[in-house]
């Protein structure tokens, strides 16, 4: 029987007092939004904010700028945002379509990049950071340079010495010019030909080796603009070898990789030859793929782009050969 009361006091509180919603008697209706009316809503939710810390922009700074071919450059930097606004730490990847008269090192500092101009031309540099990109851009004006061959002249008493030059390159002032595009040439091939061009802290060196008896010149060409040196050599052709390998005979390289190889020369008994060492070529479609320093029996290849080569080694007549791929 109490229990009984207790249900009939409850029920009658609530049809008295407040409806199912909460409301009092008499209060005006409350409108309320159901399932079936949250169905309806086909507006769509906001998007997630950002992870905490994501690139949102990405500038460079400065984003032009102008310098003499040759001089010390400009140093770009990147600057990170996120979608606050707020400064991030990043480094960036950078590049340049423009690489005939712009250069781009390697290896540079955390944040920036120093650009320097080769030759005269406008072109663009772009950074990339988090898969959002930005560029500056660069106008080289030219300066005609003085060249000189470093050492002027050079004489060797034997066939296959490597010898190695520098272009010297100046302004009418004696202002020494960096990054500068250099070609080399000999005018005789067979008193010695060139192995390797590569480029040292701004410089361009030649690495030639002796073949035969004779005077030649090395020129350095830039912009025009030529130096030389007079090379001698006096020793006779080397005896006939009997055969040359290139170890190993193939690579496959990654882009930036190096790898050393060897030649082995043996005479016609098949004995191993320890003088004169041979000289080293490589050739490929395009010479930016790959730099090559030689010095007696081994030969360091730097690759730089992808493509292909061949390096050579040769001695008394006999030839051995490597191929190396980049990929």
Known sequence: MKTACIALVTATFLSAGCDSRGSRAGDPPTSVVGAADSARDTTPPPPPPPPSGSVATVSVTPDSASMMAGDTGVRLQVVARDSAGNLLARNASWSTPDSSFLYLPSHYGEGGIPVFGRTSGIGTVYATTDGKSAQAKIVVRDVVPVVAVVPGSATSDRVG?????????????????????????????????????????????????????????????????????????????????????????????????????????????????????????????????????????????YTHAVGSLTLSATSGGKSGSASIVVK
Do not use: Q
Request: aromatic residues 8%; glycine residues 8%; negative net charge.
């Open 161 to 301: 010495s490597n010898l190695t030059f520098r272009a010297a390159l100046t302004d009418a002032a004696g202002t020494v010019l960096k990054y500068r595009l250099v070609s080399w040439s000999t005018t005789d091939t067979t008193v010695f030909a060139l192995t390797s061009v590569d480029e040292r802290n701004g410089d361009s060196y030649a690495t030639i080796v002796t073949r035969g008896a004779g005077t030649a010149a090395l020129h350095a060409t830039c912009d025009g603009k030529t130096g030389e040196a007079a090379i001698t050599v006096s020793a006779s052709v080397p005896a006939p070898m009997g055969s040359v390998t290139v170890l190993p005979d193939s690579a496959n390289l990654a882009v930036g990789d190096s790898a050393v190889f060897t030649a082995e020369v043996r005479d016609p008994s098949g004995n191993l030859v320890s003088d004169p060492p041979p000289y080293w070529t490589a050739t490929a479609t395009d010479t930016s793929v790959f730099t090559l320093r030689a010095a007696g029996f081994h030969a360091v290849v």
